[in-house]
């Protein structure tokens, strides 16, 4: 079984102002990873996955993210925010296996990012 | 693709009605999931299939929640009767190899 764990519930940020937005995973097996951001009224978005190769990976926004095997995590990185970034973030891990790909999703982190 | 289609986007009942959300996955995509969003909750898996074959309706709450597959292209998920506690976002969701695509939800609020 695998599980994420989302460190912080709600994260407030200054307008320009880095953040890191925490996630931790457990699994057994070899996992693919996820960073999902759902704006306010909408469905969840793919914002960056991690699937093999490079462990750092950046989304075309301005967010990246570092697996680290080692550490069991998958943080997820911006130098400078916007007010358009404030949203809610959820992490999500899978464990291919015999070709299901289910993901077990955390409990999400809220962005808020202050002018 | 259109991405993922919900209808109705917005559903208002009264407790002990019927409800329908439906579902319509993006083309190639073999697996489909049902979720609930509540702010207590957070998202909840209801159920999955694959290939249009359930697979783990363990996340059901209870036997008023009903889910159907009858083809590739559509799917729904149905409510009865209908309780307060039913009110929440649901979404639908369609993926392949792992990599999710969500609808935009239908809000169901049952008074």
């Known amino acids: 079984a695998q599980s994420v764990t989302q460190l912080d519930s709600q994260v407030p940020v200054f307008e320009e102002a880095p953040v890191e937005l925490r996630c931790n995973y457990s699994?057994?097996?070899?996992?693919?990873l996820f960073w999902y951001v759902q704006y306010p009224n909408q469905g969840l978005q793919l914002l960056l996955k991690y699937l093999s190769g490079s462990t750092l990976v950046e989304s075309i926004n301005g967010f990246e993210a570092e697996f680290n095997k080692s550490q069991t995590s998958f943080h997820l990185r911006k130098p400078s925010v916007h007010i358009s970034d404030t949203a809610e973030y959820f992490c999500?891990?899978?464990?291919?296996?015999?070709?299901?790909?289910?993901?077990?999703f955390g409990r999400g982190t809220s962005l808020i990012v202050h002018p | 693709d259109a991405g993922v289609i919900q209808s109705p986007r917005h559903e208002v009942t009264e407790m002990g009605q019927e409800v329908t959300l439906r579902c319509k996955p993006i083309?190639?995509?073999?697996?489909l999931f049902w979720y609930r969003q509540t702010m207590m909750r957070g998202l909840e898996l209801l159920i999955y299939?694959?290939?249009?074959?359930?697979?783990?309706d363990s996340g059901m709450p209870e036997d008023r929640f009903s889910a159907k597959m009858p083809n590739a292209s559509f799917s729904t998920l149905k409510i009865q009767p209908s309780e307060p506690r039913d009110s929440a976002v649901y979404f639908c969701?369609?993926?392949?190899?792992?990599?999710?695509?969500f609808g935009p939800g239908t809000r169901l609020t049952v008074t």
């Open positions: 969701a369609s993926s392949h190899r792992g990599e999710q695509y």
């Open positions: 299939f694959n290939n249009n074959v359930p697979i783990d």
């Open positions: 999500a891990v899978s464990a291919p296996s015999g070709g299901s790909y289910i993901p077990t």
């Open positions: 083309s190639g995509h073999d697996y």
């Open positions: 699994s057994s097996v070899s996992v693919y």
